[in-house]
């Protein structure tokens, strides 16, 4: 979940990070994939990222723990570098690898489901021309199997799917987190507080997450003049299955983001883990129940959007509240990531 900071308006310039103009800032982007019922998805991917790198860039997919996926990737796919996941399984280890293996001044994430637009990069490459950007993120369309969303689909949870929601800033802002399927980080960063932490996070289908949340809180923690922005004029296209339109999942995807929260709050603190969650709760979902109920006499749809936002809200509040063992914690004094690091922090 996102949310604007306006305490990091006023910002001082980022000490960990260098001044580079954008046509000095190289890119890596990294594309981690864990199932072959994504190929289309990602060779769609890989294709609209090649269209936009310069000289100087690349391209890294980074495959978790399928062989099968691993050796067809290295196959087929042609101007990128294919690499297997050295870490455990998960998104936040292969998001690691990636980022040992790449050289780039930036390391931008690209969902393997998520295709960008033209200009992306560009754009994404030009927000980093603020030194004390350290990262970026961007929007992030549904494209809906079946071509529109649920009639009962409440924008404002846009986040269950991946994909941006009501309530963000319009315009280049200061946020908490990005969403992942479309994010970059400034090098240094990784180098001043390691990288995605495996006690958070994806692991192959199951709709957890929090990685970049937990990332961003601990980077602006080590370096808390630093700013992580949101440029909105940056578009990807994230594709969202028949099978994550069902109100099951989106019950099922509340239920574990509040679990995951939790354990950030473990990781980090706990005011700055719902940092972002207390504006939304106080401020969007409450206007958006009023917006569903007053249009609900014209489109009844409406009314069911007002009741997914508090069927949403309950399932995430019970997550969060559900009894769970700790995560484990990352062992302290690990140090920064590097491409000599066996693991992420």
């Not at 570098?81 to 690209?110: H, K, P």
Request: charged share 20%.
């Amino acid at each position: 979940m996102v949310s604007a900071d306006p305490a990091a308006s006023s910002a001082p310039v980022a000490a960990v990070a260098t001044a580079l103009t954008a046509p000095q800032t190289s890119a890596s982007v990294v594309i981690c994939c864990y199932t072959q019922q994504r190929w289309a998805d990602l060779t769609d991917a890989c294709a609209a990222v090649r269209d936009q790198v310069r000289p100087g860039d690349e391209v890294i997919v980074v495959v978790d723990h399928n062989d099968a996926l691993l050796a067809r990737a290295r196959q087929e796919l042609d101007g990128v570098r294919v690499l297997a996941n050295q870490g455990v399984r998960g998104l936040s280890e292969a998001r690691n690898t990636g980022v040992r293996a790449s050289a780039g001044d930036i390391v931008v994430f690209l969902d393997d489901d998520a295709v960008p637009r033209a200009g992306w990069l560009e754009r994404v490459r030009h927000a980093f021309t603020e030194r004390h950007v350290v990262v970026v993120g961007t929007s992030v369309a549904p494209r809906w199997e079946g071509g529109a969303a649920p009639g009962w689909f409440p924008a404002e949870f846009g986040w269950v799917v991946g994909c941006s929601y009501r309530g963000l800033p319009t315009r280049r802002s200061p946020i908490r987190n990005p969403i992942g399927a479309s994010m970059a980080v400034r090098r240094s960063v990784f180098a001043a507080v390691g990288g995605f932490s495996d006690a958070v996070g994806r692991v192959g289908a199951l709709p957890v997450g929090c990685e970049e949340t937990e990332f961003c809180i601990r980077a602006a923690s080590r370096r808390p003049e630093s700013r992580v922005v949101l440029e909105p004029d940056a578009y990807v296209d994230h594709f969202v299955p028949v099978a994550r339109q069902t109100l099951s999942y989106f019950v099922r995807r509340c239920y574990h983001e509040g679990r995951s929260k939790r354990a950030v709050a473990r990781l980090t603190t706990t005011q700055a883990a719902l940092a972002a969650e207390r504006r939304y709760v106080r401020a969007v979902l409450p206007a958006g129940v009023l917006r569903g109920i007053g249009g609900s006499v014209r489109h009844p749809r409406k009314f069911l959007q007002a009741g997914a936002i508090v069927v949403g809200l309950s399932a995430t509040v019970t997550g969060y509240l559900s009894p769970r063992r700790p995560p484990p914690r990352p062992q302290p004094g690990a140090g920064p990531l590097g491409t000599d690091t066996p693991r992420g922090l």
